[in-house]
Nanobody, 120 residues
Framework: QVQLVESGGGLVQPGGSLRLSCTASGFIFSAYAMGWYRQAPGKQRELVASITSGGSTNYADSVKGRFTISRDNAKNTVYLQMISLKPEDTAVYYC??????????????WGQGTQVTVSS
């Protein structure tokens, strides 16, 4: 009954901005780390941003300085604010919930994905 639902994807021009949202249900949201993955055609799935239950964040080098992950535990929602978008950011973006094991966060619950297309 764990459910993650992404929204906010769409078509934007290079240099534009977009905010993705992911609303969670079926688990204690505040106790989980949350992450945003993306997968472009022909490429491996990439973890672009993550946030721990305590609010610490990490970003892939490819998006540092441009993407911001945040969470609102009262709304069971995690966000990905994306600015200065590039065509290379085009991908399906997935929200995931995970738990820390040692130094690794394992993401076992996934949303359905939302398409982000950056094109002029």
């Amino acid at each position: 009954q764990v459910q993650l639902v992404e929204s906010g994807g769409g078509l934007v021009q290079p240099g534009g901005s977009l905010r993705l949202s992911c609303t969670a249900s079926g688990f204690i949201f505040s106790a989980y780390a949350m992450g945003w993955y993306r997968q472009a055609p022909g490429k491996q799935r990439e973890l672009v941003a993550s946030i721990t239950s305590g609010g610490s964040t990490n970003y892939a080098d490819s998006v540092k300085g441009r993407f911001t992950i945040s969470r609102d535990n009262a709304k069971n929602t995690v966000y990905l604010q994306m600015i200065s978008l590039k065509p290379e950011d085009t991908a399906v973006y997935y929200c995931a919930a995970g738990r820390l094991s040692g130094t690794t966060t394992w993401y076992n619950n996934w949303g359905q994905g939302t398409q982000v297309t950056v094109s002029s």
